[in-house]
């Protein structure tokens, strides 16, 4: 439960992170419960619908040295974009390359938290 939570924290300050730094990704409503519940979509998105695609694509991986982890990603923004749509938040991915640059960025972000998280982290 600790994991999800601070994994769900991590997803909350990279979305808002892209909604602040990039025109294409807009959020829309009350901003900060519309960010909250968008990070719930979009972490439930990369445990359920990334690893099925991946699966799929293994060999676009492979044959492209790991570069298609970019396209993944990006592709998981715009499905989560899709899908808070249809849940009525006002989450809004403009094109393809704004959510590359989107998926960009949240891997900066979380990679900086973690790195962060584990030197705060107490030692046991």
Same mark, same amino acid.
């Given at each position: 439960? +600790?994991?999800?939570?601070?994994? !769900?924290? =991590?997803?909350? #300050?990279?979305?808002?992170?892209?909604? !602040?730094?990039?025109?294409?990704?807009?959020?829309?409503?009350? *901003? !900060? @419960?519309?960010?909250?519940? @968008?990070?719930?979509?979009?972490?439930?998105?990369?445990?359920?619908?990334?690893?099925?695609?991946?699966? =799929?694509?293994?060999?676009?991986? =492979?044959?492209?040295?790991?570069?298609?982890?970019f396209i993944a990603n990006a592709l998981m923004l715009m499905a989560t974009g899709y899908l808070s749509g249809l849940l009525g938040l006002q989450f809004k991915v403009d094109g393809f390359w704004t959510a590359v640059l989107g998926a960009?960025? #949240?891997?900066?972000?979380?990679?900086?938290?973690? @790195?962060?998280?584990? +030197?705060? +982290?107490? +030692? *046991?």
């Amino acid at each position: 439960m +600790k994991s999800f939570i601070s994994r !769900w924290i =991590v997803n909350v #300050i990279a979305i808002a992170a892209i909604s !602040w730094l990039l025109p294409g990704i807009t959020v829309g409503g009350t *901003k !900060w @419960v519309t960010i909250l519940l @968008v990070a719930l979509i979009f972490g439930l998105v990369n445990a359920v619908i990334k690893p099925l695609f991946s699966l =799929v694509t293994c060999g676009l991986y =492979v044959i492209s040295l790991g570069l298609f982890t970019f396209i993944a990603n990006a592709l998981m923004l715009m499905a989560t974009g899709y899908l808070s749509g249809l849940l009525g938040l006002q989450f809004k991915v403009d094109g393809f390359w704004t959510a590359v640059l989107g998926a960009l960025i #949240i891997s900066l972000v979380s990679f900086t938290l973690s @790195v962060v998280g584990r +030197k705060i +982290k107490p +030692k *046991k």
